[in-house]
């Protein structure tokens, strides 16, 4: 079978609309999700989370987060806690955020913040937002669990 130009020319424009078409079902099929729901708003607060990193840079190498008995154990060190200590840490999961945790930071005499590690699996940064002694503090960790 012979074909002419215009023969060739329809088939080929039928072809790359068919794969123009595939593609952009298969692309609205794709979960598209945001690293943050709400990053209008934490852009806008940068600069405060900035002041509160420089404020948790003096002891932000001696905040341990360790994986024991089943429990995640974020140590911290005396000098960061002075007086009353209230906050959260965010166990955020970049690959989705169904399997974020947010806790209320409850810190022992020790210096100690436990978790239960049931509720935890794969690679976490552990964002640490507190406030001791009129000043706020913000750290982030990496933790590993199997």
Do not use: C
Not at 34 to 54: C, T
């Amino acid at each position: 079978m012979k074909w002419n130009w215009g023969t060739k020319l329809v088939v080929s424009m039928a072809a790359f609309m068919t794969m123009v078409i595939v593609f952009v079902v298969l692309m609205m099929q794709q979960s598209v999700d945001l690293v943050e729901s709400d990053y209008y708003p934490k852009g806008q607060a940068h600069q405060q989370l900035i002041d509160k990193r420089n404020n948790a840079a003096v002891f932000a190498d001696s905040i341990l987060v360790k994986h024991l008995n089943d429990m995640v154990q974020i140590q911290f060190p005396q000098t960061a806690i002075t007086g009353k200590v209230e906050g959260t840490v965010h166990f955020y999961q970049r690959v989705s955020d169904k399997n974020d945790q947010v806790a209320k930071l409850n810190v022992d005499s020790l210096g100690i913040f436990r978790f239960p590690a049931n509720l935890l699996k794969g690679r976490y940064i552990v964002k640490i937002d507190w406030i001791s002694g009129g000043n706020e503090y913000y750290a982030e960790k990496t933790l590993d669990l199997p």
